[in-house]
């Protein structure tokens, strides 16, 4: 039982230590970003390969992303969440910043910019049609606005901001964004208009390019393509849920694949840009390496005939914003009876979402009780507690019968000396003969272990808990505290917890273990607070338990050796 419960506490050590190594890689001070000497962007068509010809949202959409860079006209927008710039030179988004999410807690006035045209920050939304040359708009193509700003006004729920392009053939395009209040997700529709006398064809293609940023040096918890703070496409469709096209995949392959009801993305840690097609079949999604560590993913749909007089429109939808989860789910299909999006599975939970979904959702219930993130962690820690209450009751009233062991455990070992095979079948047998189960007080740990790391997922994840704060000096619960006093707290509670559990009966291990409680210290003070807060929460409640059952465990067994009863008054019911 021992050396079961020594090596869970060192697995539990390790794992700690590797999250706050992760924690640290995502979230710690970042170098200086390289200045380069060039600030121009780079032709993607001398970096095509002949094989992508084959793709014609490949070959029409992205052979010119270079020249669409380059800057026209800006039409600034701004809402009440969202201040974008859209640049006439291929009527694209070319930068959102997200007004409502400051970058630091103590600047906010110096918002998050989610997508950002500067070449060592690129990523940028672009759209268009594909189709034959002078007869479609393509990235390069430049539009007309009839005014550079646009502001949504008080009272005023939606605004339009159209942009036209025409190749003086009869061809007329309008592109019309339209922005929301309170609303991170953008509506496209783009008009075209044939007076031409032939029939026009065309596809609509939507593409998000980004520069790739350097990469972290991570710890083997972040080995795999599942980390935290994972900043890469992602492509979703019914049959292939939640994929993740990291740079490297689109640098070794270039992806050409068609679907039905999907959506592209390019995500990060909080925040995410993707867009939605309105066409259910037919769907063309691709990736392409452009060099320079610039990357493309993106959709086309199925092409299209407009005869003579017509003006169909052509819809899709630009989600950039916060990875919010109630707010995704709430972005339905254009179409009805199409499969739900699962944009809400962009909130990535790691392989633990069984466990952080739950735990979310508790502590979500607690957050609409008290409008504060900290005080719902402390109750929703107070439901997993009781939940788990019997379980752990059985533990502890495990590890009591076991501290009972103690005086004769010890002179067995005192009786055997050095023959460890003999002290061990001993010690056997006075488990047999006291009915005591050696591995009970083990699983506090392994339950608790789960919950522990989906927590951890959950507040490093969620982007409802960024910046939140609680009391006092805990002014950001995703953010270590500024003063280390719950890490301490925490240490302290860890050490009463060492001296109401059985020791061990090796004496390496008993002083290995003396020191856990400081090494768990250091190592909580660098997790985000709202962690530390549950842990703290969790000891307490524990200690509690713990040291009720023990006296109840202890108080019958002195009671039996004068020859008591068990009785009312007595101090030695059961529970």
Request: charge should be neutral.
């Amino acid at each position: 039982m021992d050396n079961l419960r020594f090596v869970l506490i060192v697995l539990f050590l390790w794992l700690s230590y590797e999250i706050w190594h992760q924690w640290q890689a995502d979230y710690g001070p970042k170098p200086p970003a390289p200045v380069t000497a060039s600030q121009n962007p780079v032709d993607a068509s001398a970096t095509s390969k002949p094989e992508e010809a084959q793709s014609p949202a490949l070959a029409n959409a992205s052979a010119v992303l270079g020249e669409a860079l380059k800057e026209g006209q800006r039409i600034t927008v701004i809402t009440d969440v969202l201040k974008a710039e859209i640049d006439a030179n291929g009527g694209d988004i070319r930068q959102i910043d997200l007004t409502t999410f400051p970058k630091e807690k103590d600047t906010p006035n110096d918002p998050v910019r989610l997508l950002n045209d500067a070449p060592q920050q690129l990523f940028i939304s672009q759209s268009g049609f594909i189709g034959e040359a002078d007869k479609a708009p393509d990235p390069s193509s430049i539009w007309k606005a009839a005014q550079t700003g646009y502001e949504l006004g008080n009272g005023q729920e939606e605004l339009r901001v159209p942009l036209t392009w025409t190749n003086n053939q009869g061809i007329t395009v309008t592109k019309s964004y339209i922005f929301k209040k309170g609303s991170f997700l953008i509506e496209m529709e783009q008009q075209v208009s044939n007076e031409s006398p032939s029939v026009w064809k065309g596809r609509q293609y939507m593409q998000l390019q980004r520069k790739q940023p350097e990469k972290k040096t991570g710890s083997a918890l972040s080995a795999n393509s599942a980390d935290r703070a994972y900043v890469g496409g992602v492509l979703h469709t019914p049959e292939k849920k939640y994929e993740k096209i990291s740079f490297d995949n689109m640098k070794d392959n270039n992806l050409s694949q068609e679907g039905k009801n999907g959506w592209i993305a390019m995500i990060q840690h909080y925040f995410m840009a993707a867009w939605i097609p309105s066409a259910e079949e037919n769907l063309h999604f691709y990736t392409q390496s452009l060099g320079n560590n610039d990357f493309v993913i993106g959709v086309s749909e199925p092409t299209v005939e407009v005869a003579p007089g017509q003006s169909p429109v052509f819809k899709s939808r630009l989600y950039v914003g916060p990875k919010i989860q109630r707010v995704l789910e709430n972005i339905k299909p254009s179409v009805a009876g199409a499969p739900p999006l699962d944009l809400e599975l962009t909130e990535d939970f790691g392989k633990l979402t069984i466990f952080a979904k739950p735990v979310f959702w508790l502590i979500e219930q607690f957050h609409k009780v008290f409008a504060n993130w900290g005080w719902a962690i402390i109750f929703a820690t107070i439901v997993i507690k009781a939940v788990f209450y019997k379980l752990s009751e059985s533990s502890y009233r495990s590890m009591a019968n076991m501290r009972k062991l103690q005086p004769k455990l010890a002179a067995l070992k005192e009786r055997h000396g050095e023959d460890k095979q003999a002290f061990n079948t001993a010690m056997m047998d006075l488990y047999r003969k006291e009915k005591v189960n050696p591995l009970g007080g083990c699983l506090p740990i392994l339950v608790q272990m789960p919950v522990f790391i989906a927590l951890y997922w959950v507040l490093s994840e969620a982007v409802e808990l960024r910046q939140a704060p609680f009391i006092f000096w805990l002014q950001d619960l995703s953010a270590k505290d500024p003063y280390f006093i719950l890490p301490v707290v925490y240490g302290v509670s860890m050490f009463i917890q060492q001296h109401l559990n059985p020791q061990p009966q090796d004496p390496i291990q008993a002083q290995v273990m003396k020191w856990f409680p400081l090494m768990f210290t250091f190592f909580f003070a660098f997790f985000p607070s709202g962690l530390v807060l549950y842990w703290v929460v969790n000891n307490i409640l524990s200690i509690i338990q713990q040291a009720y059952i023990t006296k109840q465990v202890e108080g019958r067994s002195a009671l039996f050796v004068r020859g008591g009863t068990s009785g009312p008054g007595t101090g030695g019911g059961s529970t």
